[in-house]
């Protein structure tokens, strides 16, 4: 079986004309596995070749708007693309909640004209949304995916009853005895470390270089919101990952400091790295 992950979005929240949200995909055989619906999803697939018919299912990592920004547009342009199944998505608590929104109090008139006005489409297809929590397996017999609760963000000044709220997923693939481990937005945690052992390929989130946390807003962030140059490649190394793909990159002028963030991860992990872009692909 074939299976190779494309980086659709490498970037976040900020806009960033060569970025999109953070988005990745997971092909493997005939099924396209998306994780995350950031900024310009839609239109890196088509860059990828993929048929927007084809993705299905949709695994959340968390509800940050770099990650779901175009969660509509997947629901939508996936429909005019042919698709007959229900979409299927799954994250944590909360997702349902976000879908049934989008459906029924933002898009519910679009859906009803292009269902109405324009049967050639076949009429609306559904979206099938599950919350999940840590624990919980998704297996098909050809793939499974399993969720892991990651820290992004619950070591700021937030209040307890919102954290309770702020459930942030990190995914680990597996299928064919290959490990593909998505992190989600996190730094290091045990979380982390559970989807990431032993893993073919890490997809990890990496938000800056060590030069480039060089104040308080970026020391509180690299310590509690996102990882960066000074702890990937010792993740990595520690969960003995054979590929390391970096995502989640700040907005850059040029690529200088990319390549001090490659040096930087090389001195603690000594397998592949790979600086990502959007449109990445990397063998399984
Ligand atoms: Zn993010």
């Not at 490498?10 to 970025?19: E, V």
């Not at 988005?23 to 994780?35: A, M, S």
């Not at 088509?46 to 708007?65: D, K, M, Q, R, S």
């Not at 597996?174 to 593909?180: R, S």
Request: net charge negative; hydrophobic share 40%.
């Amino acid at each position: 079986m074939t299976m190779r992950v494309v980086l659709l979005g490498t970037g976040g929240p900020r806009p960033d004309p060569a970025r999109g949200g953070t988005t990745t995909l997971v092909r493997c055989g005939d099924d396209n596995i998306l994780f995350d619906a950031g900024r310009g999803v839609t239109v890196r697939l088509v860059e990828a070749g993929v048929p927007l018919a084809a993705v299905n299912p949709v695994f959340i990592t968390h509800h940050h708007f770099d990650h779901i920004g175009d969660l509509y547009d997947v629901m939508l342009a996936t429909w005019m693309g042919g698709r007959k199944e229900a979409l299927k998505i799954y994250g944590p608590p909360d997702t349902k909640r976000i879908v049934d929104a989008l459906l029924t109090q933002v898009y519910d008139k679009d859906i009803g004209w292009r269902h109405m006005g324009e049967p050639a489409m076949g009429g609306w297809k559904p979206v099938a949304v599950t919350d999940i929590i840590a624990g919980d397996v998704v297996d098909t017999g050809r793939w499974k995916v399993t969720p892991h609760t990651v820290s992004h963000g619950h070591g700021l000044d937030i209040p307890p009853a919102f954290l309770h709220r702020w459930v942030c997923h990190g995914y680990r693939f597996e299928a064919d005895g290959k490990v593909i481990a998505i992190s989600g937005d996190t730094v290091d945690c045990p979380g982390l470390d559970r989807l990431a052992a032993d893993a073919d390929v890490l997809v990890q989130c990496c938000f800056l270089a060590s030069p480039e946390i060089d104040n308080e807003h970026f020391r509180r962030l690299a310590k509690h919101t996102l990882a960066c140059g000074d702890t990937v490649g010792k993740i990595a190394a520690r969960n003995r990952v054979k590929t390391l793909v970096l995502t989640h990159h700040r907005p850059r002028r040029d690529d200088a400091m990319l390549n001090v963030l490659a040096e930087e991860v090389a001195r603690d992990f000594s397998g592949r790295i790979v600086i990502g872009r959007d449109l990445t692909e990397i063998e399984v």
